[in-house]
């Protein structure tokens, strides 16, 4: 079956600007997970989606970050005013179920972020 | 909060060789362990898991972790080393909640012919 997408594959940007990744889940997960890895680095927790729960936003490294999951499904990740330490690939991962089950994440290809 | 340190970014062995990947969590035990792998230009994906049913772990590929409570390790290893295992590899823990993961920071696996 289709796994995780993420779309764009890669996004260059210019300071300042606002950009939006997109991310489609498997179908019937209802765990969503956004990371971002940064050259040389481990991932990094951003936000966790479970259900119709309130997302657990503890891993966004500013208010510049945010993100939506419409209708339990697709989720968006916003970055306002880009700075180049935002340069990353974002990935996104999803789970039949979150939360103590841990249910093996499933990750997408990841978008790759270049701010100039 | 729980860590996990990986220790070594890259490591190089023979074709053949045995492949040993460390992996220390902080001092609480979490509830769950893993170790990911990623080849080139492909995303994560999940080599094997420790939820507590048995200290030894058994993964894809002919991987297998040892979970030792007493020297807080999760080491990642296969008797022999093939050249498709060339990839990067996270070992990564729940936290206390086990609502979600953190990952180390990667160990980049070359084998040399």
């Known amino acids: 079956g289709a796994g995780v997408s993420q779309s764009p594959s890669n996004k260059v940007t210019e300071k300042g600007k606002d950009v939006e990744l997109r991310c489609d889940p498997i179908?019937?997960?209802?765990?969503l997970y956004w990371y971002r890895q940064s050259l040389g680095q481990g991932l990094e927790f951003l936000i966790y989606?479970?259900?119709?729960?309130?997302?657990?936003k503890s891993g966004l490294p500013s208010d510049r970050f945010s993100a939506e999951r419409t209708g339990g499904s697709v989720s968006t990740l916003t970055i306002q005013r880009t700075q180049q330490e935002d340069s990353a690939v974002y990935l996104c991962?999803?789970?039949?179920?979150?939360?103590?089950?841990?249910?093996?994440?499933?990750f997408g290809p990841g978008t790759r972020l270049t701010v100039l | 909060a729980q860590s996990v340190t990986q220790l070594g970014s890259h490591v190089s062995v023979s074709e053949g060789a045995l492949v040993l990947l460390r992996c220390n969590y902080s001092?609480?035990?979490?509830?769950?362990l893993f170790w990911y792998v990623q080849y080139p230009n492909q995303g994560l994906q999940l080599l094997l898991k420790?939820?507590?049913?048995?200290?030894l772990v058994k993964g894809i590929n002919g991987f297998e972790a040892e979970f030792k409570k007493s020297e807080t390790s999760f080491h990642l290893t296969k008797p022999s080393a093939h050249m498709s295992d060339a990839a990067e590899y996270f070992c990564?823990?729940?936290?206390?909640?086990?609502?979600?993961?953190?990952f180390g920071s990667g160990t980049r696996l070359s084998i040399r012919p």
């Open positions: 991962a999803s789970s039949l179920s979150g939360g103590a089950s841990m249910d093996t994440q499933y």
């Open positions: 179908s019937g997960h209802t765990a």
């Open positions: 989606f479970q259900g119709n729960s309130a997302p657990d």
């Open positions: 001092s609480s035990v979490p509830p769950y």
């Open positions: 420790y939820t507590s049913a048995a200290t």
């Open positions: 990564a823990v729940t936290d206390s909640s086990a609502s979600k993961i953190i």
